[in-house]
């Protein structure tokens, strides 16, 4: 019932700021929870930060800090705002929605963008 686009990726350099948004489809985007996922080559799937329909959100340890999600309803999109990039960033980021709670594995989510490459240089 969602569709999703990612946007906003690039090269960048080592303490560059990027900033990701992922459009959704639908009428009901706001009983959606949105995270952020990303997948280097080589390295499983991992979240790195996810928020609820009403704001609350969550952020793997390594990017605390540095990233921030948030959403606006009214346009139906959800961001991940980076700052302060690291190499070790590098990967694909993938947008993902699902109806209910935001904190659950990755196979809790059903719907998917196509993924947007970040690089980070040194």
């Known amino acids: 019932q969602v569709q999703l686009v990612e946007s906003g990726g690039g090269l960048v350099q080592a303490g560059d700021s990027l900033r990701l948004s992922c459009a959704a489809s639908?009428?009901?985007?706001?009983?959606?929870?949105m995270a952020w996922f990303r997948q280097a080559p080589g390295k499983e799937r991992e979240m790195v930060a996810a928020i609820s329909g009403s704001g609350g959100t969550t952020y793997e340890e390594s990017v605390q800090g540095r990233f921030t999600i948030s959403r606006d309803n009214a346009k139906n999109t959800v961001y991940l705002q980076m700052n302060s990039l690291k190499p070790e960033d590098t990967a694909v980021y993938y947008c993902?929605?699902?109806?209910?709670?935001?904190?659950?594995?990755?196979?809790?989510?059903?719907?998917w963008g196509q993924g947007t490459q970040v690089t980070v240089s040194a």
């Open positions: 639908g009428r009901t985007f706001r009983a959606y929870a």
């Open positions: 993902a929605a699902r109806l209910g709670a935001f904190n659950v594995p990755t196979s809790g989510y059903n719907y």
